[in-house]
């Protein structure tokens, strides 16, 4: 199945998602993500890339609990900003989300 989706704006994917039942904000709930997170997975993967700066850039994830089903949405603007644990797994799941594609 293809993940990949041309959103116009990291607006539209993120109601998008949130149609799809992608309802986890998991930049505040991340708690269970760095506890348990080879039971996660990402199933979207969206970045949108400002044409003019930058700073406008920013990855939208539509993660799933592969065990419980869950499902929810991370974004970040650059991964490299990011410090530590959070960065660390989401950087881990999106190179496991490359190598099934």
């Known amino acids: 199945m293809d993940t990949s989706h041309n959103y ?7 109601k998008e998602l949130d149609k799809a039942g992608y309802k986890i904000d998991y930049n505040i709930e991340f708690d269970d993500l ?19 700066d930058p700073a406008d850039e920013s990855t939208v994830y539509g993660i799933r609990n592969i065990k419980t089903g869950d499902k929810g949405i991370f974004v ?26």
């Open 34 to 52: 760095v506890n348990h997170a080879s039971d996660y997975e990402i199933e979207h993967l969206y970045r949108y890339e400002g044409q003019t």
């Open 8 to 14: 116009a704006t990291t607006t539209e994917a993120l």
């Open 76 to 101: 970040a603007g650059n991964l490299s900003l990011i410090e530590g644990k959070k960065r660390d797994i989401i950087l881990e799941m999106e190179i496991r989300y490359k190598q099934k594609r």
